[in-house]
Every structure is written in structure tokens, then in C-alpha cells.
């Protein structure tokens, strides 16, 4: 429980009756785990829609798709919760989950870096790439350390961050688009941009690509410190 912060503990308060449900219905982890990329893919699915049926300017798709995003990140939470309670732990569990998480982050991303390259936000899709390899090189140095006997959890861009900030930043992007839209000017008959709705989405998609990585460096150095501990 040490791990977890407060907004996890609050959000297990409410989820807690409908995992209860789901352990009286006998469903399994590993069928919220699946149902959780489901759900990734279909964001990514709406993401490519967006890119292909809508204009630069319109940003619904955007929204439904961080929505789809937050959805699938709280069956994500759903289903460690439901191994735990539910006494349906497993390492065969723990590994799938592992796994599927990946390909969930990485289908997610195509589908953002899909819809960025598609309507010609290029600088953005290649900090939607860097966040990419951010993303996985989190996983990767937590779970080599992790193989080498070192707990190796520091840095604040885990999962859940990554998953609450894009989603979060597409979902209220396609709010504010709805009820806002771009702030422009307008001189000497000519519009003036002053704001784009989309960099509601696209500069938490940076933050999560220096912050990852920055998280990423920081699990080196501290495997190599720990290491080093080890061997005086």
C-alpha cells in the first residue's frame, strides 16, 4: 500500500462495491485486463477515424478518444484490485497484465501519433513518438532491475500518470473545443490564431515525453547506484 497515493486509495473507495460484483460474478483479472485493451484499441480506432473523416479544426474524436483513454486506465486499476480482493492473484497474471499493458501503451500511441501526423501536427507527433519510447523504456528499466533483485519504482511518469494525463488532456482538448474553439483575431481582414484548442492535448503529450524519459534516466541511475551499494 506504501506505493500507492492518496488518489488511488480515494478512487479504490469507489470501485471497491463494483469489484465486489464482479467477484461474485466470477469474473477473472485477466478478463479486465483484456477487456482494458479493448478498449485502447478502440480509442486508437477513433483516433484514425478522426484523422480520416474530420478536418484539422474539429476535435470531437480527440475528446471521445481521451475519454475511451481514462476508461480503459481505470480497468487498469480495476483488475489489480480484483486479483487482491478477490484472492485471484497469480504470476501468470501478474505477467499478462504486464504484458497487455504494453500493448495497450503502444496501440494508444499509434493511434495518437496517427492522428497528429494525419493533420500535419508534426512537431507534436514526434514528441507523441518520444513519449512512446519514454513510455516503454519506464517499464522496461523498472522491470530489468526488478530481474537483477532491485526494487526500482522512483520517478513520478509511471502508468496511471501517463495514462491520467493524455487522457485527460484529449478528453477536456474535445470539451473546450465544443464550448470554446480556437481564440483568434482578426487584422486587416486576415484571422489571427492566438491560441489552438489542441494544444490542450498536445502539451500534456509533452510533458508526458520529457517526463518519462527524464523518469526513465532516473531508474538508471538509481539501479547503478544501488548496485554500487551492493558491491562495496
Known amino acids: 500500500m506504501a ?3 492518496k488518489a488511488q486509495l480515494i478512487i479504490y473507495d469507489i470501485i471497491n462495491p463494483f469489484i465486489l460484483l464482479l467477484i461474485k460474478l466470477k469474473i477473472t483479472p485477466n478478463i479486465i485486463t483484456s477487456i482494458g485493451l479493448g478498449l485502447n484499441i478502440l480509442a486508437t480506432i477513433i483516433f484514425i477515424l478522426g484523422a480520416e473523416k474530420a478536418n484539422r479544426t474539429e476535435l470531437a474524436y480527440v475528446g471521445w478518444g481521451g475519454f475511451t483513454i481514462l476508461i480503459a486506465g481505470l480497468f487498469d486499476m480495476i483488475d489489480g484490485r480484483l486479483a487482491r480482493l ?3 492473484s497469480s504470476k501468470f497474471g501478474a505477467f499478462y497484465d504486464s504484458v497487455i499493458d504494453r500493448y495497450s501503451e503502444l496501440i494508444m500511441f499509434l493511434g495518437i501519433c496517427y492522428y497528429l501526423i494525419a493533420h500535419h501536427f508534426f512537431l507534436s507527433s514526434l514528441f507523441g513518438f518520444i513519449a512512446l519510447i519514454g513510455s516503454m523504456m519506464v517499464s522496461y528499466t523498472r522491470a530489468r532491475a526488478e530481474g537483477i533483485g532491485i526494487s526500482c519504482s522512483v520517478g513520478m511518469m509511471q502508468r496511471p500518470a501517463r495514462v491520467v494525463t493524455i487522457g485527460a488532456g484529449a478528453m477536456f482538448c ?9 481564440v483568434c483575431i482578426t487584422m ?4 489571427i490564431v492566438l491560441f489552438e484548442t489542441i494544444s490542450i492535448f498536445t502539451v500534456p503529450l509533452t510533458v508526458v515525453a520529457v517526463l518519462s524519459n527524464i523518469t526513465a534516466i532516473k531508474r538508471l541511475n538509481h539501479v547503478k547506484h544501488e548496485l554500487a551499494k551492493i558491491n562495496d
Open 174 to 182: 474535445g470539451i473546450a473545443h465544443f464550448f470554446i474553439g480556437d
Open 3 to 5: 506505493n500507492e497515493s
Open 188 to 191: 486587416e481582414n486576415l484571422p
Open 86 to 88: 478477490g484472492k485471484m
